[in-house]
């Protein structure tokens, strides 16, 4: 099994910037996909950003231009750089890993995930 823990979350205003990071243990796959999911209160859970070990890189419509995603894999550790935060970005964020896949913003590939950490907009 594969264990993931997110940090770096918290509360910020809008225009401003968070870097998550997700470390996670226990990967023996060597091709994999890595991404980021968010779930804010009432709405379903959405693909953010996703990496797989091909270099592919996909983001969200509404996050393209503000999010990078990017990955140490010596140090196995996922990163989300999230800058021009604006209030519809308030959501849990949670990392997952699991297959290679193309469709890096689909939750289906991914069978392993972090326990998330909020991330807080105010106007």
């Known amino acids: 099994a594969v264990t993931l823990t997110e940090s770096g979350g918290g509360s910020v205003q809008a225009g401003e910037s968070l870097r998550l990071s997700c470390t996670y243990f226990g990967n023996s796959a060597t091709s994999y996909s890595l991404g980021w999911f968010r779930r804010a209160p009432g709405k379903e859970r959405e693909g953010v950003a996703g990496?797989?070990?091909?270099?592919?890189?996909m983001y969200v419509n509404s996050v393209q231009g503000r999010f990078t995603i990017s990955q140490d894999s010596a140090r196995n550790v996922l990163y989300l750089q999230m800058n021009n935060l604006k209030p519809e970005d308030t959501a849990t964020y949670y990392c997952?890993?699991?297959?290679?896949?193309?469709?890096?913003?689909?939750?289906?590939?991914?069978?392993?995930w972090g326990q998330g950490t909020q991330v807080t907009v105010g106007t």
């Open positions: 997952a890993i699991g297959h290679p896949t193309r469709h890096l913003l689909e939750y289906i590939p991914y069978n392993y």
């Open positions: 990496i797989n070990t091909d270099g592919e890189i």
